[in-house]
């Protein structure tokens, strides 16, 4: 009982801390990805995304970042599409209270490697994934098109002289194959949902022991 109190509290300070939400207009705008190699940075914004995931076109000249961000996924553009829309079915209780908790915590330092807030960087990493990821939990549903719509800031992707490289820690052991499926921003996007989703599930609880009740006698 005590633990599903702090897991609703934990929600609830989740989202009394984000009850000021942005208007839908200045969201759209919002830069869901700065691709940051070098000296060079290339935007992608929220609306790129959404109308990639509405329509399944892809404007090369407008969306140059982004249609690199596919190819370099190692997924056909259909499968990203797909798994950036796939929902899943969660608790935003149970979610809140699996990334607030310290395997929470690592779980959010180790999935911002070289994904976090352009400005903040890895100082706010954890408290932005986790507010997005929180947010869009509230209906009970988690999917990595909805988690890209409630981030609170611009994010970028990370590739700059040695510190850091570009690649993200995909979640999902054992379901990426090569360096592009299990390192790449987008790859990283389509498992990330599925693990908040497997994290946060409750255990099965354990059957009770039936006790055998001795016949009564007949006389």
Request: aromatic residues 10%.
């Amino acid at each position: 009982m005590l633990k599903r109190i702090s897991a609703g509290l934990a929600a609830g300070a989740a989202l009394s801390s984000l009850a000021v939400l942005p208007v839908q207009a200045e969201i759209n705008t919002r830069s869901t990805v700065r691709w940051n190699s070098g000296g060079a940075v290339y935007t992608t914004k929220l609306a790129d995304f959404q109308e990639f995931l509405e329509t399944g076109e892809l404007d090369y000249s407008t969306n140059r970042a982004l249609h690199s961000g596919i190819k370099n996924s190692g997924w056909t553009a259909e499968e990203i599409r797909k798994g950036l829309s796939k929902q899943y079915k969660v608790n935003v209780v149970y979610v809140a209270r699996f990334l607030y908790s310290k395997k929470g915590y690592k779980f959010l330092e180790n999935q911002t490697k070289s994904y976090f807030p352009y400005w903040g960087m890895k100082k706010t990493a954890v408290q932005a994934l986790r507010s997005a990821i929180v947010l869009d939990s509230v209906d009970g549903k988690l999917s990595s098109a909805g988690i890209m719509k409630m981030l609170p800031v611009d994010m970028r992707l990370a590739d700059t002289c040695g510190t850091f490289d570009g690649a993200q820690n995909v979640c999902a052991k054992g379901k990426c194959q090569g360096d592009q499926q299990c390192t790449s921003l987008l790859s990283w996007y389509v498992f990330l949902p599925a693990c908040v989703q497997a994290n946060s599930a409750l255990p099965e609880p354990a059957p009770r022991a039936v006790t055998p009740v001795p016949a009564r006698p007949l006389w």
